[in-house]
Structure formats: C-alpha cells, structure tokens
C-alpha cells in the first residue's frame, strides 16, 4: 500500500519568503506529526495531530510556523518569513493513532533559505 | 542532559559480527521504544518497536528493553554492508516522541 507521501521533495527558497510543504499520511491513520531534522541529529518533534485536531503544537520554534489539517487527512506546514536557520530536512510520520503506536516516515522535504 | 542518548560512533563491525546498539532515557513515563533505520539522505525506516521488559527478536534484529535502567538496545546478528546506517532510539510517551541523535554503524565486508 501507500506510504506517507511528501512534496515538494526539495524547496528552495529566499530569506523572507513564505513556504507551504504537504504531507499526505497513510489511508485511515489518524495521527499525523511533524519533525524538523538537522543535519547529524534526530528529528526534532515540531507539532501532533489526531484527526482534525492539533493536539501539541509545543515544538514549534516561532510563530512563523503554522500546521493544520482541515479535513483531517493531508497536512500542511507553512512557514513564513523564513530564516536560514529554518533550513533543514521537514519529516511527516503518520501512525494508527491509538497512543504509543509506530510512526511511519515519508521521504521529508529538504528545505534550503539562501 | 539529553531526553534520549546514544553513542553517535561510528560503530564499526566486520561482516557476520554482531553488532550492539545502545541507548538510554530519561523519562520514567515511556511507554514504548522504537528503533529506526536511517539511510544517508532517506527517511527513518521502523525496523523493531518494544513495549515490555525483556527480549523481542525479528529474524536478524533483537530489542531489548530494561524500564528499571531506563536502557534499550538493539542486536543485530549476521551484519551485512547493507546494515550501514544511521540507527536512531526513539522513545514514546502517549505520543510525545523523543529521538535520540542516531549511532552510525559501518559493516565492513
């Protein structure tokens, strides 16, 4: 079946211009999360839906970064003015839903501010 | 302190070796424990998840899991060159998931 799709694959934009990336979970999870992935590190956890519902929202770093999922099913992460230090790998994993059930990654959206 | 720590390496093993992952948390509330599989330039891959005290083994691959210490490990037996990877502890609290920063393991042949 399909996996937790992801687009654009790359984005690249300049200081100060807005973004949109999209993420279409798994057909029937509920959940669907955010990660930020720097370079060497883990993902970072940015913010946590179930259905409709944006459940945390705590990792977010600014007020620039706004998520929703209307329809709860594809997600939107919209960053705007972005910064250079906003550059990095944005990760989607989607899950089942019930608490403490695996997550699943799409292939993430690398995104570079010149 | 870091909420989830692992030894960034690298590990490296010769080919048929064992090679031991290991990693440690903070949180006491955790209640489950993934270990994920991460290509250079890919997505984490779930390869083993842990929920209980003890052992769980899936062909290759053998998560081990010790609440009072608050450690999780991953084996994994017969290395192959294709096991090089980044292999990143993930650690759950009613989905709040914490990742460590990864270990990279090279499997020489």
């Known amino acids: 079946g399909a996996g937790v799709s992801q687009s654009p694959r790359y984005k690249v934009a300049k200081r100060g211009q807005d973004v949109a990336l999209r993420c279409d979970p798994i057909s029937g999870h509920v959940s669907l999360f955010w990660y930020q992935q720097a370079l060497g590190q883990g993902p970072e956890f940015l913010t946590y839906?179930?259905?409709?519902?944006?459940?945390?929202k705590s990792g977010l770093p600014s007020d620039r970064f706004f998520a929703e999922r209307p329809e709860g099913s594809v997600s939107t992460l919209k960053i705007q003015r972005t910064q250079q230090e906003d550059s990095a790998v944005y990760l989607c994993?989607?899950?089942?839903?019930?608490?403490?059930?695996?997550?699943?990654f799409g292939d993430g959206t690398r995104l570079s501010i010149l | 302190q870091k909420e989830v720590e692992q030894n960034s390496g690298p590990l490296s093993v010769p080919e048929g070796a064992i090679a031991s992952l290991n990693c440690t948390y903070s949180?006491?509330?955790?209640?489950?424990f993934f270990w994920y599989r991460q290509y250079s330039g890919k997505s984490p891959e779930l390869i083993m998840f842990i929920y209980s005290n003890g052992d769980k083994e899936d062909g290759r691959f053998t998560a081990q899991l010790n609440k009072a210490s608050q450690y999780v490990s991953l084996l994994i037996r017969d290395s192959q060159p294709s096991d090089s990877a980044t292999y990143l502890c993930a650690v759950n609290n009613n989905n709040d998931m914490r990742f460590g920063a990864g270990t990279r393991l090279t499997v020489k042949p």
């Open positions: 839906f179930q259905n409709e519902a944006q459940l945390d």
């Open positions: 949180d006491r509330g955790s209640q489950s």
């Open positions: 994993a989607s899950s089942l839903g019930s608490f403490n059930q695996p997550q699943h």
